[in-house]
């Protein structure tokens, strides 16, 4: 099974700064098939990116996804208050079973 | 736009079957992939399973002979069937569009194993 480490567990920046995030597996990601959720209180969670670096469809271009092999990342920027939310990466690219990270929440500063 | 909503019993008895129906509107569930993923309480989220319109499946190997997931496309439903639950399994249970990476969720509905 793929361990998908996500860091930090917290991160706290000010609205209209930038933000990275990072998702380490403890092995390679085939075809980097790895996801990024946004997931706000109360509501569903939403795909931001797959394939590493693709952005779903209405997804703004602040945010943006970075990687290969076991090191990813999302950059967001210009951090709006929307944006203050709990983020996981997923990978799809493995053998079964596919994982989730535990998560990364992205605090207002 | 399509929309994915989870319905089912909130509470079920340790040993007893966890039943959830998964309802899809706003498009056809043709040529799609179907997921059950869950969140159990203070962890992170666990992919249960998927489901093609067809019926083909693949399961967590750690559920797998507890689980069982299927697709009525005549009605825009596909269900998750979790059997032997024991408080381990009380979770938020999401359902969501896709096989792999997942493009549309429903907002998940908690489900506790409970005497």
């Known amino acids: 099974e793929i361990v998908l480490t996500q860091s930090p567990g917290t991160l706290s920046v000010s609205p209209g700064e930038g933000a990275t995030l990072s998702c380490r597996a403890s092995?390679?990601?085939?075809?980097?098939?790895l996801a990024w959720y946004q997931h706000r209180p109360g509501q569903a969670p939403r795909l931001l990116i797959y394939?590493?670096?693709s952005r779903a469809s209405g997804i703004p271009d602040r945010f943006s996804g970075r990687g290969s092999g076991t090191d990813f990342t999302l950059s967001i920027s210009r951090l709006e208050p929307e944006d203050f939310a709990v983020y996981y990466c997923?990978?799809?690219?493995?053998?079964?079973?596919?994982?989730f990270g535990l998560g990364t929440k992205l605090e207002i500063k | 736009q399509v929309q994915l909503q989870e319905s089912g019993p909130g509470l079920v008895k340790p040993s007893e079957t966890l039943s959830l129906t998964c309802t899809v509107s706003?498009?056809?569930?043709?040529?799609?992939?179907w997921s059950w993923i869950r969140r159990p309480p203070g962890r992170g989220l666990e992919w249960i399973g998927y489901?093609?319109?067809?019926?083909?499946?693949n399961y967590n190997p750690s559920l797998k002979s507890r689980v069982t997931i299927s697709v009525d496309t005549s009605k825009n439903q596909f269900s998750l069937k979790l059997s032997s639950v024991t408080a381990a399994d009380t979770a938020v249970y999401y359902c969501?569009?896709?096989?792999?990476?997942?493009?549309?969720w429903g907002q998940g509905t908690l489900v506790t194993v409970s005497a």
């Open positions: 969501a569009r896709g096989g792999w990476s997942m493009d549309c």
């Open positions: 706003g498009d056809s569930m043709n040529n799609m992939y």
């Open positions: 489901i093609s319109y067809t019926g083909i499946t």
């Open positions: 997923h990978q799809y690219g493995g053998s079964l079973p596919y994982t």
């Open positions: 092995q390679t990601v085939n075809s980097n098939y």
């Open positions: 394939d590493a670096s």
